[in-house]
């Protein structure tokens, strides 16, 4: 199952679960109501300030609504530091740089510049992959999570 499709199915569950229609979510959030539908469509992922509020909405992790941890516990991130700053230290602890990142992964080598030096944050899909080749979660990419795995 791709995280698309398991993104709509939680995503769907979540609402059905607090009685909401995607309309009246995206009201409540103040987010475009065909962004909101299309999410509901399964037409698309939301991008990460759309997930982290979704994820603040829910009470869970962003792995939650991935599919990626089956951990329904109320999540309580860590404050969101800009991911320049975070993707040093995943590089040093997984002992790995850039190029190895490139190399192995499908993640171009200058997206990896361009996320370090702080000129654009990583889309849901790049984090999924690069949590796919580290062994960790998406929150603990983003130091939302002390936990590696959730």
Same mark, same amino acid.
């Given at each position: 199952?791709?995280? %698309?499709?398991?993104?709509?199915? =939680?995503?769907?569950?979540? %609402?059905?679960?607090? /009685?909401? @229609? &995607?309309?009246?979510?995206?009201?409540?959030?103040?987010?475009? @109501?065909?962004?909101?539908? =299309?999410?509901?469509?399964?037409?698309?992922? &939301?991008?990460? =300030?759309?997930?982290?509020?979704?994820? !603040?909405?829910? !009470?869970?992790?962003? /792995?939650?609504?991935? !599919?990626? +941890? /089956?951990?329904?516990?109320?999540? @309580? &991130?860590?404050?969101? @530091? &800009?991911?320049?700053?975070?993707?040093?230290?995943?590089?040093?602890?997984? #002992?790995?740089? #850039?190029?190895?990142?490139?190399?192995?992964?499908?993640?171009? +080598? +200058?997206?990896?510049?361009?996320?370090?030096? !702080?000129?654009? +944050?990583?889309?849901?899909?790049?984090?999924?992959?690069?949590?796919?080749?580290?062994?960790?979660?998406?929150?603990?990419?983003?130091? =939302?999570? /002390?936990?590696?795995?959730?």
């Amino acid at each position: 199952m791709s995280a %698309l499709s398991i993104f709509t199915e =939680r995503f769907n569950e979540l %609402l059905s679960e607090r /009685d909401l @229609k &995607p309309t009246a979510l995206a009201v409540r959030l103040d987010i475009p @109501k065909n962004t909101i539908c =299309r999410y509901a469509r399964g037409a698309q992922l &939301p991008n990460l =300030r759309l997930a982290i509020i979704l994820s !603040g909405f829910f !009470g869970c992790s962003i /792995d939650y609504l991935l !599919g990626r +941890s /089956d951990k329904e516990k109320v999540f @309580k &991130p860590s404050d969101l @530091k &800009p991911f320049s700053e975070r993707l040093p230290v995943i590089m040093k602890q997984f #002992k790995t740089n #850039k190029y190895r990142i490139a190399k192995e992964t499908a993640l171009h +080598s +200058s997206i990896l510049y361009r996320w370090q030096s !702080g000129d654009c +944050s990583p889309e849901l899909e790049s984090l999924i992959i690069l949590a796919d080749h580290l062994g960790c979660s998406v929150e603990y990419l983003l130091g =939302r999570s /002390d936990i590696i795995n959730e």
